[in-house]
Nanobody
Framework: QVQLIESGGGLVQAGGSLRLSCAAS????????MAWFRQAPGTEREFVAA????????NYADSVQGRFTISRDNAKNAGYLQMNSLKPEDTAVYYC????????????????WGQGTQVTVSS
């Protein structure tokens, strides 16, 4: 069983930046692909970014491409999401997720989830 704990959310003005962190309880975190998803009120959970186990391959939703960067530090059993040029439409609860297989854009493919961290971008 893998526990994931997100942190780093908060309130920021449009154009600002935030860095989300995801701490994993397992020492074998390097064997897991990791992703970030987000969910705004009344909407379905949507893909944001994913990274493979080694950190060499990443992919992003079109809406965040060029503004967000996903990364990981396997020595620290942690993953990150650097969010720049934030927009009000980025407001959501952000979740990190992990799976043993290759990275995926679908939330249905992930076995482990954090509790989420709120990101609010004011205009």
């Amino acid at each position: 069983q893998v526990q994931l704990i997100e942190s780093g959310g908060g309130l920021v003005q449009a154009g600002g930046s935030l860095r989300l962190s995801c701490a994993a309880s397992t020492r074998t975190f390097s064997r897991y692909a990791m992703a970030w998803f987000r969910q705004a009120p009344g909407t379905e959970r949507e893909f944001v970014a994913a990274i493979n186990w080694g950190g060499s391959n990443t992919n992003y939703a079109d809406s965040v491409q060029g503004r967000f960067t996903i990364s990981r530090d396997n020595a620290k059993n942690a993953g990150y999401l650097q969010m720049n040029s934030l927009k009000p439409e980025d407001t959501a609860v952000y979740y990190c997720a992990a799976r043993r297989e290759t990275r995926s854009n679908s939330p249905k493919d992930y076995n482990y989830w954090g509790q989420g961290t709120q990101v609010t971008v004011s205009s």
